[in-house]
T-cell receptor
Framework: DAGITQSPRHKVTETGTPVTLRCHQTENHRYMYWYRQDPGHGLRLIHYSYGVKDTDKGEVSDGYSVSRSKTEDFLLTLESATSSQTSVYFC????????????FGPGTRLTVL | AQSVTQLGSHVSVSEGALVLLRCNYSSSVPPYLFWYVQYPNQGLQLLLKYTSAATLVKGINGFEAEFKKSETSFHLTKPSAHMSDAAEYFCAVSGQAAGNKLTFGGGTRVLVKP
C-alpha cells in the first residue's frame, strides 16, 4: 500500500456532464499518473504529472484534462463525459527508487449513460 | 518507442499445474520489465521486476520470470498453481531513464480449475 486513495470509487453519470476524479497520496511522491483500463487494452496512460502544476499528455488524453495544485492531489476531469469514457480509472505513483516502478490506487469505476 | 504483447488473453490451468504466461516486448532502449497482478475489483499489485541485475527474477507468491534479450521475452511462471492465483496478469515495459513511462500489455486472465 503506497498510501493512494481514489474518490469516488464508483460513479454513474449522464452523457454531457462534467466529472472530476480525485487521486490522493500521503507520501509526497513527485510523479503521479492517470490510466484507464478497458478489456483487451490493458492500462493506457491518460495524463501524468511530474510536479505541482507540471503535467503532460499520455496516449489517450483526448477529452480529459488534469490539474495538480498540491503534491498530494492529482485531479482528472472529463469536461463533457461521453459513453466511450465508461471505464475503470486508476491512479498511480512512482516512488523515488531507480526503476520506474509504479504503485496503483484501488480504481474508480465510471459509467457514462 | 516501446510495446508489449501478451500471448493469450485467457489461460486455464489445473490446480497444481505449471502456470506459464507469455510476454514479449519491444523497446528502442534497454528496458525495465514488470509483471503486475490484479485480483477482482482491486488495483494492480507489483509481482516482480527486471532491472538488469539478474535475468531470473523471483517475485511474490512463488512467481518468477526470466529475461531473455535474444528473444525479447519476459515470461512469467509458477511451478504449481493455486486457486488463489486466479487473477489478471499484466506485463509492462519502461525505458531505464528516470521518469520513463510504463507501457502495458493487454493482460492475461488466469482461471484455476480444481
Amino acid at each position: 500500500d503506497a498510501g493512494i486513495t481514489q474518490s469516488p470509487r464508483h460513479k454513474v453519470t449522464e452523457t454531457g456532464t462534467p466529472v472530476t476524479l480525485r487521486c490522493h497520496q500521503t507520501e509526497n511522491h513527485r510523479y503521479m499518473y492517470w490510466y484507464r483500463q478497458d478489456p483487451g487494452h490493458g492500462l493506457r496512460l491518460i495524463h501524468y504529472s511530474y510536479g505541482v502544476k507540471d503535467t503532460d499528455k499520455g496516449e489517450v488524453s483526448d477529452g480529459y484534462s488534469v490539474s495538480r495544485s498540491k503534491t498530494e492531489d492529482f485531479l482528472l476531469t472529463l469536461e463533457s463525459a461521453t459513453s466511450s469514457q465508461t471505464s475503470v480509472y486508476f491512479c498511480a505513483i512512482r516512488t523515488s527508487g531507480d526503476y520506474n516502478e509504479q504503485f496503483f490506487g484501488p480504481g474508480t469505476r465510471l459509467t457514462v449513460l | 518507442a516501446q510495446s508489449v504483447t501478451q500471448l493469450g488473453s485467457h489461460v486455464s490451468v489445473s490446480e497444481g499445474a505449471l502456470v506459464l504466461l507469455r510476454c514479449n516486448y519491444s523497446s528502442s532502449v534497454p528496458p525495465y520489465l514488470f509483471w503486475y497482478v490484479q485480483y477482482p475489483n482491486q488495483g494492480l499489485q507489483l509481482l516482480l521486476k527486471y532491472t538488469s541485475a539478474a535475468t531470473l527474477v523471483k517475485g511474490i507468491n512463488g512467481f518468477e520470470a526470466e529475461f531473455k534479450k535474444s528473444e525479447t521475452s519476459f515470461h512469467l511462471t509458477k511451478p504449481s498453481a493455486h486457486m488463489s492465483d486466479a487473477a489478471e496478469y499484466f506485463c509492462a515495459v519502461s525505458g531505464q531513464a528516470a521518469g520513463n513511462k510504463l507501457t502495458f500489455g493487454g493482460g492475461t486472465r488466469v482461471l484455476v480449475k480444481p
